[in-house]
T-cell receptor, first 116, second 109 residues
Framework: GAVVSQHPSRVICKSGTSVKIECRSL??????MFWYRQFPKKSLMLMAT?????????EQGVEKDKFLINHASLTLSTLTVTSAHPEDSSFYIC????????????FGPGTRLLVL | GQNIDQPTEMTATEGAIVQINCTYQ??????LFWYQQHAGEAPTFLSY??LDGLEEKGRFSSFLSRSKGYSYLLLKELQMKDSASYLC??????????WGAGTKLIIKP
């Protein structure tokens, strides 16, 4: 199946700093990418949907100025957590799909963020 | 609103069979997915049902009844490595995945 990578897999940062997470589709063109976060023992929560070349669509309650999403190419989307705080500590997962097959999303391995 | 319900936790014995149920109410339907998620890892795809009936794939089977808004995941010949969370997700009319909270499956020897 298709491969989606995320980098870094784990990151620890100090409160107030910004962290960038990359999501790459390695063998297909990802027309749409999704960013999720997951708290311990909870299910995935969709944060935003990004289409290549256009602004991301954020879910209700997700601050777009805090979680900056860029999807500049068909193989790369980035999520930047700005001025991170301990409550932003979470497991961030991206997924990607090719819009010709909307039923299929390929998930990245996730990035665990710990803000001290 | 959109809602997906599945049990929080289930326990089963190695070698046995377990059925994890999922009921849903969503705006539109473009298929139901089951994912397996081990602690600290991303979900991995198990099955996709868009038509009524049973889909069998090795030790795992998934069933769908669209009229009842109901699905189940059946795991046979349970192995210790099957201990994980199992997530039910429905793709709505906008092709977005709506996720259940997940069922933690504990396998005992």
């Amino acid at each position: 199946g298709a491969v989606v990578s995320q980098h870094p897999s784990r990151v620890i940062c100090k409160s107030g700093t910004s962290v960038k997470i990359e999501c790459r589709s390695l063998d297909f063109q990802a027309t749409t990418m999704f960013w999720y976060r997951q708290f311990p023992k909870k299910s995935l929560m969709l944060m935003a949907t990004s289409n290549e070349g256009s602004k991301a669509t954020y879910e209700q309650g997700v601050e777009k100025d805090k979680f900056l999403i860029n999807h500049a190419s068909l193989t790369l989307s980035t999520l930047t957590v700005t001025s991170a705080h301990p409550e932003d500590s979470s497991f961030y997962i991206c997924s990607a799909r090719w819009n010709a097959v909307k039923e299929t999303q390929y998930f990245g391995p996730g990035t665990r963020l710990l803000v001290l | 609103g959109q809602n997906i319900d599945q049990p929080t936790e289930m326990t089963a014995t190695e070698g046995a069979i377990v059925q994890i149920n999922c009921t849903y109410q969503t705006s539109g339907f473009n298929g139901l997915f089951w994912y397996q998620q081990h602690a600290g890892e991303a979900p991995t795809f198990l099955s996709y049902n868009v038509l009524d009936g049973l889909e069998e794939k090795g030790r795992f089977s998934s069933f769908l009844s669209r009229s009842k808004g109901y699905s189940y995941l059946l795991l046979k010949e349970l192995q210790m490595k099957d201990s994980a969370s199992y997530l039910c997700a429905v793709m709505d009319s906008n092709y977005q995945l709506i996720w259940g909270a997940g069922t933690k499956l504990i396998i005992k020897p």
